[in-house]
């Protein structure tokens, strides 16, 4: 009588260990919300959002429904997130595809002096609690869009100096 209660114990325990395992895996492997694919995915050479805002009928007419506003707006919060995360690690490169000249030439200053200065931004980009479309032109074949962005952004900001030994 005994083996065949240790036989329904290991069962039984195997059956509670498997149901244990299989809540953690789906507790576990869900995204909580802040993950999103990786960025290569969106912008393999930069800009491949802005061509599909090109083909787009709705836009390209000036009528804007709501889906295409936030079509518009994920890629515009990926765009955000890459130029935030860029700057603060000081990718030139990442930069010189999302930004206009004007602005790049700003950004590329400002990575220059801190370099200079040796100073180390050290960024972690939380997520973004908002953005809204403020404005949306069309001059010629120019679209203008005006975006705010409510975002959480933790920065520390480190001055490496080098003290001399005596």
Request: net charge positive.
């Amino acid at each position: 009588m005994s083996s065949q209660f240790g036989f329904i114990d290991i069962i039984l325990l195997a059956m509670f260990a498997g149901f244990i395992i299989l809540r953690l895996r789906n507790i576990l492997g869900r995204k909580t919300g802040h993950q999103g694919k990786p960025l290569n995915n969106y912008f393999p050479k930069g800009m491949e959002v802005l061509h599909d805002i090109e083909k787009n009928e709705a836009i390209r007419t000036g009528n804007v429904d709501e889906e295409t506003k936030k079509q518009f707006l994920k890629g515009a919060n990926i765009a955000y997130e890459e130029i935030i995360t860029s700057l603060a690690k000081g990718d030139k490169k990442s930069l010189k595809s999302l930004l206009a000249k004007d602005l790049y030439n700003n950004f590329s200053e400002a990575i220059d002096d801190r370099k200079k200065k040796q100073i180390k931004y050290e960024t972690t980009f939380i997520g973004i609690k908002s953005s809204k479309i403020l404005e949306f032109k069309k001059i010629e074949n120019i679209y203008k869009v005006t975006v705010n962005f409510v975002s959480e952004i933790v920065t520390c900001v480190k001055e490496l100096k080098v003290v001399p030994t005596q």
